[in-house]
């Protein structure tokens, strides 16, 4: 049974960093794709990152470019989000998924990713 499980959402000061962590198990960790999406109140969830099992990564929100990155330690079998430079805008639940499609291209939307965590939350305050 695929389990994803993120941790590392905290309150932070806006300018600051973040690095989320999203730990699975019950699965092939090597060969799914994966993906960080978010959910502020009252919005959408939304794609942000993916990382493909190639390890090749593919932005979803141009929101985020150049600000947050997504990474992958198989052996660990643990999927990273690490954030700089946050805004009160980047506030929300982070969420972590998965699916065992290869690939990134194309998949900003939740419902074609299969599997997900509970989410953590980010808060950007002064």
């Known amino acids: 049974q695929v389990q994803l499980v993120e941790s590392g959402g905290d309150l932070v000061q806006p300018g600051g960093s973040l690095r989320l962590s999203c730990s699975a198990s019950?699965?092939?960790?090597?060969?799914?794709?994966f993906a960080w999406f978010r959910q502020a109140p009252g919005k959408e969830r939304e794609g942000l990152l993916c990382?493909?099992?190639?390890?090749?990564?593919?932005y979803y929100s141009d929101s985020v470019k150049g600000r947050f990155t997504i990474s992958r330690d198989n052996g660990k079998k643990t999927v990273f989000l690490q954030m700089k430079n946050l805004t009160p805008e980047d506030a929300a639940v982070y969420y972590c998924?998965?699916?065992?499609?290869?690939?990134?291209?194309?998949?900003?939307?939740?419902?074609?990713?299969?599997?997900w965590g509970q989410g953590t939350p980010v808060s950007v305050s002064s």
């Open positions: 998924a998965a699916d065992s499609t290869s690939g990134c291209l194309n998949r900003w939307r939740a419902s074609q990713w299969l599997s």
């Open positions: 019950g699965f092939s960790f090597e060969y799914y794709s």
């Open positions: 990382i493909a099992v190639t390890g090749a990564t593919d």
